[in-house]
């Protein structure tokens, strides 16, 4: 019988499985499981091993792809088939690994992490590490894992591990001063969002650091209460400011722009409005983006030929913005800085709006964002200054608020 024979047998008996979950006992359900993850294991061991034969034989590369592409295509998650790639190039430097996974006791994203924890400490010394010290090294993080170490913890021993061997080593670098080794990632989620991931060295950690502690300090909301934002959307914000500030050259907020996003509007679709690299946006974010200095429309006709691209007067010029920061001080609905802030049109420039003071204000992107697609209005009041409206969900008699920076006047209604 041939192993592919041997395969869809295995895989016949196993949909064949039926488990009665209704008669089990809590020591039955944990054996089962038991069983699963290390047929789990195994699997994922020969997956990795079948990669490293597909790499081998050539099969993606003959017809130009990367095996990691073709395992992609295939249905793994890019994630998995990754670690695939890793594991099964690793496998023959790394017997006392193969041999536990061989066995079923080792899960894939712990050998994973193993395989790359190898690999940092090969990175902190100047010279190849023998055989004797990679030995050392595998049978240490084994350990760790057989001591219940998650993939994570593993990765932190082979730095430590790794830093060791750089203060033992002339021309070692600690891992947090090698900013070779710095990487960051992104990745195009599903759902049309963007997933970044980084690990940097100290000295961009530090100026990563505080960055993040100069634009994410939470900031007190219109009543006096503590910021709302969590931690997470709080270092989102202050990310989004300093792609902001280094599209824009710097602090000086009016300044033009050195760098623009594309923004391709359809003449006859506008509904079909994409960016160039994240996709299709809907029609409420493509009127916020107009209000953007950072973002250039390209108007296009069916043939996606340039009708447009951009027009002057769709951005405040240098004094009108300065002219709103004068006026409005700060964010209108949650009082962030101006520096932070669009120069929002209130009737969007998009549907024949001015570029002008009176259809102007100032709102950061997350108010921004509000304003655009959770019902929020803006309207200039009698007295010359930027008024909301919220919606009805947030409000049910939907008051006018003031801007931020008047709340603490006493105002007259009829005037709004």
Not at 260 to 268: G, K, Q, R
Request: some cysteine.
């Amino acid at each position: 019988m041939s192993s592919t024979t041997s395969l869809i047998a295995i895989g016949d008996t196993l949909r064949a499985v039926h488990l009665d979950h209704e008669s089990m006992t809590g020591q039955s359900a944990f054996e089962e499981m038991r069983t699963l993850y290390q047929i789990r294991n195994l699997i994922d061991h020969h997956a990795a091993q079948l990669t490293g034969t597909l790499d081998r034989l050539r099969v993606a590369k003959d017809h130009g792809r990367t095996t990691r592409e073709l395992l992609i295509v295939m249905g793994f998650a890019p994630s998995v088939a990754q670690r695939y790639v890793r594991v099964a190039g690793a496998l023959a430097l790394l017997p006392t690994l193969t041999a536990h996974a061989v066995d079923g006791v080792i899960s894939s994203e712990h050998s994973d992490a193993i395989v790359r924890g190898i690999e940092h400490i090969g990175k902190r010394s100047p010279e190849p590490i023998d055989d004797a010290v990679r030995l050392s090294s595998v049978t240490d993080l084994l350990g760790q894992h057989f001591s219940g170490a998650t993939p994570a913890e593993i990765s932190d021993r082979a730095r430590t591990l790794g830093n060791l061997i750089a203060d033992d080593t002339d021309g070692g670098v600690p891992a947090a001063e090698d900013r070779t080794v710095n990487t960051l990632t992104k990745n195009k989620t599903t759902d049309g969002r963007l997933r970044v991931e980084a690990d940097l060295d100290a000295e961009v950690g530090e100026k990563f650091q505080a960055a993040m502690e100069r634009y994410g300090t939470p900031r007190t909301e219109p009543d006096g209460s503590a910021d709302a934002r969590s931690t997470e959307r709080r270092l989102a914000d202050a990310l989004e400011t300093l792609l902001d500030i280094a599209a824009g050259g710097g602090n000086d907020v009016s300044m033009t722009p050195r760098t623009h996003v594309l923004l391709t509007i359809p003449a006859d679709a506008p509904s079909l409005t994409s960016l160039e690299f994240m996709g299709s946006v809907t029609r409420a974010t493509m009127n916020r983006l107009a209000c953007d200095p950072t973002i250039t429309p390209l108007l296009v006709d069916g043939e996606t030929v340039p009708l447009d691209v951009g027009r002057d007067k769709r951005l405040f010029t240098p004094a009108q913005r300065k002219a709103l920061y004068i006026r409005d001080r700060c964010c209108i609905k949650c009082g962030a800085p101006a520096e932070r802030c669009h120069a929002h049109h209130i009737d969007h420039w998009s549907e024949g709006g001015d570029t002008c003071l009176d259809n102007g204000c100032l709102l950061c992107p997350s108010c921004h964002a509000d304003v655009h697609h959770n019902g929020w209005q803006v309207f200039i009041g009698a007295d010359k200054h930027a008024w909301l409206t919220p919606p009805a969900t947030v409000d049910p008699e939907q008051r006018a608020l003031p801007s931020y920076s008047r709340r603490t006047l006493t105002l007259d209604a009829v005037a709004a």
